[in-house]
Structures are given as C-alpha cells and as structure tokens.
DNA sequence: CCCTTAACTTAGCATGGTGTAT
DNA sequence: ATACACCATGCTAAGTTAAGGG
C-alpha cells in the first residue's frame, strides 16, 4: 500500500558524504572545521551506500523544447542581490495572475485528492483541521470513511472503556487535587504510609492514555498549571588561596567576579578551543568587563595568563569526585534525586507530569558549534530577577529563592513553557518545557506523524507539480520547484537565512549558495551530477553527488548564470515563499514534514526489504538497525567515531576470534563424538555426539552474534542512529515491526525512548502502515 | 508587507552511572 | 572487587515555523 508513494528509495544512496578535503576549494570556510574532518571517511560510506542503494532510476526525461521564453528566465544582469530581484518579483505578479488558470487547477486536484469535499457528507473536513486526528469517537462510529481509520488506527471498543475508566480516575484525581496542596505534600514526604500512597499515584499517573482523551480545539495548552520554578545553578565557590592565577609570572589574586570567569576559561584549558583566536579574543574582551578597574589595568594581555594551577585543581577536583566512597555518592545521588522529586515535575490539568530542564543552564563560556563568531564569550550567570514564570493564575506560584523576585509572572496558557529567560550571548529566548513523555509533548509528536503520513497520501500529486513547474516560465517558480526538489529527494533542511556575522555560516536549502554546489554534464558513467559540499545544521558537511535529472540539471546551470560563489543559488526564493506554498499545497505542510515523512517511509520500506522471517532476534535487530541507518544516512545525521572505537573493535575482534578457534575444537569433538558412536553403537555414544552437536549449535550461534554485532558497530562508525530514532521515524513503524516479528520492544527503544513513545507502543498493532 | 521574535523541534557531545568481563 | 567499555542522560546550541508589529 506504501509502495507506490515511497520513492523506490532513490534518496537513500544520497547521503553520503564524502571524503575529507577535495572540494574543499569551494568552502568558505574550510580549514575552521578540522574537528570535523575525521568523519569524512569514505570506503566506509561506500560500502553503507551499495548496501542500501537501488536503482536510482529517475523518471524518464521528457525530450525538454526548448523554452522559448529562456529570456524572460534570465537573470536580469549579474545582479543577485536578492531584494533587487525580489522587487522585480513584485512586477511580475501580473504575470502570476496568468499562472492563476495554473493553480486553479491544484485548487481542484486538491480538494479531489486530497480535502474532501466538504458538502456531500457533512463531515467536517478534517484534514483541515489540525486536531482533526485526535480519536473522537462520535466521528469514528458514524463515519466510516476509509481516511479514518487509516489515520487514527482507531479501535472503537478499547477506547471506550478505557475512557470510562480515565473518567473515573480523572475525577477522582481531581478531588484528590482540590485539597490542600501543601498539607498533602508534607504529608506525603514525611510519612512512610502516604509515600506508598503517592507511589500508587505514581502509577496511576504512568498508566494515564492522554492518547485516549479528547483534546482541547480553542488553541490552549493546557487549563492548569501549577510548578515550583527552575532550579539556579549553584553559585559561585572561590578558589582555595593556595591555587593561584599568575600574570606575567607573578601570583595574582582575582576578584571574586573576575576569579569566577577565569575558571570558566581554565577548566578548558586542554581544548583545543583556548587556542582559537576568536575564542581568546571573544573571552578576554568579556573578562575584562568582569574584571575592577585596577585587574583591568595590569591584565591586558591574555597571553600572559597562566591558568595552569587553577585548571589542575580542577583536575584534582574531579578526579576526587571519582574517588568519592559510595556512602558519598549515594548521599548526592540521593540530593539529586529529592530535587528532582520537588522541583523536576509540575501539576498540569491534574497530572503529574516530568519536567524536561528544570535547571538553569550554569554560566560559563560560550561554545558555539563549527566556527562560531562568538565563541568564547561569557555565558552570564542567571538570577530570579531574569526569569518568566508561567503557570495558572489559581495555581500556587513558585517562589523565587529569598530576597529575590521574578522578573514576571504571567499566566499564558497559550503556550508550553514554565519558565523563560533571555540568554545573553544571541538574545534568544531560552524556556523550560516538559519532558518528552508528557501529554503536551506527545500529542505534538504524534500530530506530527500524522501530517507526514497526510504528506504520504498526496506526495505524487505534489512531486508531479514540481516536476511541471521545473519548465515554469518563471524564475522564481522553477526555483521553488528545484528547491523542493532536494528538499524532497535529499531530505534537505529548508535554510532560513541567517545574520552573517553572529552565528557559524551554514546553510539548507533555501539559502544554498553557487559554491556549495558543483555540477558536471558528466561524470564516470553518470549523466548530470551535482556535487553538494556545505556546512548544514551543526555545522556538520553534507557532501554528496547525485544524478538528477536533465530538467533540473539545466535549470540549475541557469540558476547560476552571472553569478558569483558567494550568491545565492536560490535568489528569488527563502523559506516562507516555500513553506506558503506548501501550505497551499496541503494543509498544515511545510519544508520539514518532507524529511520526517522521508525517513519514516524509508525505515517502513527497508524494514519490509531486509527482515527475514527466518533470522533470529539478532540478525532481525541487525536488519532494524540497517534500515535505521539509510534514514540516519539520508537525513545525514553524523557523529564523531567514538573516542574507543578502534579499540573496542579489536576487542570484538579477539572474541570473534577466540570463538572461532572455539568453534573448531567444538566440532573436533563432536567429530571424534561421531566416529565413537559409529564404532560402538551404544546409547552413551549417541548421547555424547548430541550433547556435542548442541555444543557446536550453541557456539555458532554465540559467534554469529558477535559477528553480528561487529558488522553493526562498524557500519555505525560515524553515524548516529538516536536523532533519527527520536525524533523522524514514526515510532507505531517500529511497534509494529517488533510485535510482527516477535521482536521485544526493549531491544529498539530504551527506557526514555518507551516513556516518549508510549502512546505508540500502546496503539500501534502489528499491520500498522504509515 | 517585510522583518523580528517567540515558541518549539532537532542536534551532537560530554559525562557519569551501570553493567560486564576479569 | 575492580577496571573498563558502553550507553543513557543531560545539556544546550541550532534549527524551523508562525505570528506579530512597524
């Protein structure tokens, strides 16, 4: 039923990146990302891409005429200054309006293909509605429509009485709720009898189906909210007398704002990032701010600084830590764990539910990923005065800690977040939001899905539009389409545009530049290839050369007509002309929901492709884990090889080994077992050569395992599996897959992810299609 | 509009606890 | 019991997107 929606996999041999420095000549910013490099290994990735690669047939060219309209598709002159053109976009708007007979028509295809007619059946167009997935169990009785069940896997019965239940419990818990809060919660720490109470809550509280219950339409997040407030990072302890920072050789006492900066700059001191000029720069300059008037003058050059002391005691410190007898570490543990229990949950619509961070991030020095303008500078110490509190009006406020005051209290339930602050390094706004396992979280997540497998339904209708609009008289319109065209077939990230100067230059779709990409008419036996080499989220490279096909191979050489490497190669189109269009391609659609779509429906096709019925648990979690990997791999999700990684490879390796030899000798015996048996036919002999050959099969067995495991880690090597795991593969693929093949659930997910995909696990039976 | 910003998702890395082999 | 590899977890940076305001 997927079949004929998925691409037949051609974006899965598209991930790879290539090796190290070749094409480096078109970075910017090449030799800034040394700490990268090591990941651009190749025999490796080819090796993943045979494996996983397929035709990768495009559809047949259609001989492309030659369009006569060429001209008006020019760049107007070697201008790309993007909001000169963007104007020129503006006049042609007429000319959109002879477009219009054009998106007339996906008007129409969409309310056939996709929006139901709203007329006919009463039925209030719910894909229209972005709740409209939620089980409503009016709907899914009266209404039988097909879309329905396909989309909520709906089962009437269970539902039922499951709401039933919850109602009960609800009201209940909500009784419970009306009583006095602080009297229950010193009655329930203190006691030992209510503590067994509150874990039978507890429970309650694990079993709650928020997937079940109906979820609020008005736009709201939520009716209450009651919380405790973040927890603030320790402050500051200063430095013992005896560890001394040295100027120019000389001891020197800091003050206690300049001393506590200084540590943030000496704990990293074994980075290489203290050596990088931007970050020395960066960190002096916000030092010094810290610093009296009198350390400001004898300290101006951090050259002269010598840190070494204070960098080894911090040394001496952790490796104290380390030491620490276990009364000592369960006496912290158990610390950390009251402070969980009082401030790491918060009271929402009469759950309890887990808070994501409720700490706030500790002041230090700013690390920005790749090559960061601000790296270095001075992450400030948060106070009470800077945070927003969010929770009901009729919930009990946190209080700030003595002496101090919220810089607001505000009660919006409009949005998710507990608690706000502006961070000061990009001025962004930094929340404190619930766990992953929350309702407010997962109903969010599972909505996403929803919109992919949508996406799924319509996918052909819009790939066959961008296909049309690659021959659009205009330019902007063919750029929207080759755009959308890797964001679709590459997984792409949109690419908003960013300010230069205050934040590492990467780049996704939208904002590719001519440099970023290479192309070539020919290369080896391929036809039109481009070559991709940039720095994407992260500052992670996206290398990878694919075939296209003709159309957008010829529009791209168009696309760079007159331009420099440093222009946009998409100059007349940006993330919010992409995501309206989409919008108005399907509801609730934009550049993203393509990469979570492509990913799940890559993970459904390749789990169908690679389990075999036959395999035992192991080699079916080997084929999960591969077909986990084409979407790590198309999605690019790379990691540094683990620090160990050689080593525990020989490890393994010896194992293997040593299990080998093992194995011989096993079957020397049971060789000589057999040979026994044939010369004395007696019942010892026999039961000797069985008890043999069940060594022999136990032996193989534990070998094929371990070989297994090896050929995973390696192909593993720099590919992270968790991102795409956690956060695009549609987890009900997984369940099913699991309960299919027997395969148990704790084997895919651990136990955070369990908790995130509850409602999967819950719903998700073993025919579930994406 | 067009730009800014709030809100929320996605991302890789460090680290420290845990389980396993010795 | 100890060492060590591994993995879960926390952390926080860096994206995307929609909405709001000038």
Not at 355 to 381: A, C, S, T, V, Y
Not at 498 to 511: N, P
Request: with cysteine; hydrophobic share 25%; proline share 4%.
């Amino acid at each position: 039923m997927n079949g004929e929606n998925g691409r037949g996999d051609s974006q899965v041999s598209c991930g790879t990146k290539g090796s190290g420095r070749s094409s480096e000549d078109s970075h910017k910013h090449k030799d800034k990302h040394k700490e990268k490099e090591h990941r651009h290994k190749d025999h490796k990735k080819d090796k993943e891409r045979d494996k996983i690669k397929h035709s990768n047939s495009e559809q047949k060219e259609h001989s492309e005429k030659k369009h006569r309209d060429k001209e008006k598709l020019k760049h107007s002159d070697g201008s790309s200054d993007k909001h000169r053109e963007k104007h020129k976009d503006k006049e042609k708007r007429k000319e959109d309006r002879n477009q219009t007979s054009h998106s007339d028509k996906h008007k129409k295809e969409k309310e056939n293909g996709y929006v139901r007619e709203k007329s006919p059946a009463a039925i209030k167009s719910e894909p229209e509605d972005d709740n409209s997935f939620y089980p409503s169990p009016k709907h899914n009785k009266t209404s039988k429509r097909e879309c329905d069940d396909e989309e909520f896997e709906y089962k009437p019965k269970k539902v039922k009485v499951e709401h039933d239940k919850k109602a009960k419990k609800r009201k209940h818990e909500y009784e419970e709720d009306e009583e006095d809060e602080d009297v229950k919660h010193k009655k329930k720490t203190k006691d030992k009898k209510s503590s067994e109470g509150k874990k039978a809550k507890k429970e309650e509280e694990e079993k709650w189906k928020w997937w079940e219950e109906e979820r609020s339409t008005d736009g709201s997040k939520w009716r209450f909210l009651e919380h405790k407030g973040p927890v603030f990072a320790p402050s500051y302890e200063p430095m013992p007398d005896k560890v001394k920072f040295y100027y120019d050789g000389k001891p020197m006492k800091l003050s206690a704002p300049a001393e506590e900066v200084a540590t943030f700059f000496a704990k990293m001191l074994d980075h290489e990032y203290t050596t990088k000029d931007i970050f020395r720069k960066n960190f002096f300059k916000d030092w010094r701010r810290e610093m009296t008037s009198e350390e400001k003058s004898k300290i101006t050059d951090l050259n002269k600084c010598d840190f070494g002391e204070m960098n080894e005691y911090f040394k001496a410190q952790s490796e104290a830590r380390k030491q620490m007898s276990k009364e000592e570490k369960q006496k912290i543990k158990e610390e950390n764990e009251r402070l969980l229990q009082e401030y790491g949950f918060c009271i929402m619509d009469n759950h309890k539910e887990r808070i994501g961070n409720f700490r706030i991030e500790p002041p230090g020095l700013f690390r920005g990923r790749g090559d960061h303008p601000k790296m270095g500078m001075l992450k400030r110490r948060i106070r009470p005065e800077d945070i927003i509190i969010n929770c009901s009006k009729d919930s009990k406020h946190p209080k700030p800690p003595p002496g101090t005051k919220w810089k607001e209290i505000r009660h919006d339930n409009k949005v998710t977040w507990l608690a706000s602050w502006t961070e000061n390094i990009q001025g962004s706004i930094k929340y404190i939001m619930l766990n992953p396992s929350s309702r407010i979280k997962g109903e969010k997540d599972w909505q996403k899905y929803e919109t992919a497998r949508r996406l799924k339904k319509c996918v052909d209708r819009i790939r066959a539009q961008y296909r049309e609009d690659w021959k659009s008289k205009e330019m902007r319109i063919r750029q929207r389409a080759v755009a959308l065209y890797f964001i679709d077939k590459l997984a792409l990230r949109a690419g908003n545009e960013k300010e230069e100067g205050e934040t590492a230059d990467t780049v996704g779709c939208c904002s590719l530049r001519v440099e970023h990409i290479k192309l070539y008419p020919k290369l080896d036996d391929q036809e039109y290839v481009v070559e991709f080499d940039f720095l994407g989220k992260d500052s992670i490279r996206y290398y990878n050369k694919i075939p296209v096909e003709k159309r957008v191979f010829k529009n791209l050489q168009l696309f760079l007509e007159n331009k420099q490497s440093e222009d946009d190669l998409f100059d007349r189109l940006n993330t919010s002309i992409l995501n309206k269009h989409l919008q108005e391609l399907m509801d609730g659609l934009t550049a993203k929901v393509f990469r979570t779509y492509n990913a799940s429906i890559t993970l459904q096709q390749q789990l169908k492709e690679l389990s075999c019925s036959d395999d035992n648990i192991p080699a079916k979690i080997l084929s999960y884990n591969r077909a986990n990997r084409a979407v790590a791999i198309l999605c690019n999700h790379q990691r540094a090889p683990p620090k160990t990684f050689e080593k525990s490879m020989q490890n393994l390796q010896t194992k293997i080994d040593e299990k080998q030899n093992q194995l011989s000798a096993a079957r020397k015996q049971l060789k000589a077992a057999k040979a026994d048996h044939k010369a004395s036919h007696d019942e010892k002999s026999k039961k000797a050569v069985e008890l043999k050959r069940k060594a022999v099969q136990r032996i193989e067995e534990q070998l094929m395992k371990l070989q297994v495991q090896a050929t995973d880690r390696e192909e593993n090597k720099q590919i992270a599996l968790g991102t795409s795991k956690l956060n695009y593969l549609d987890p009900r693929i997984s369940v099913a897959w699991c309960k299919k093949w027997g395969v148990p659930i704790e084997k895919i997910y651990n136990k955070t992810q369990r908790e995130k995909f509850a409602w999967a696990i819950d719903m998700a039976e073993k025919d579930y299609e994406f």
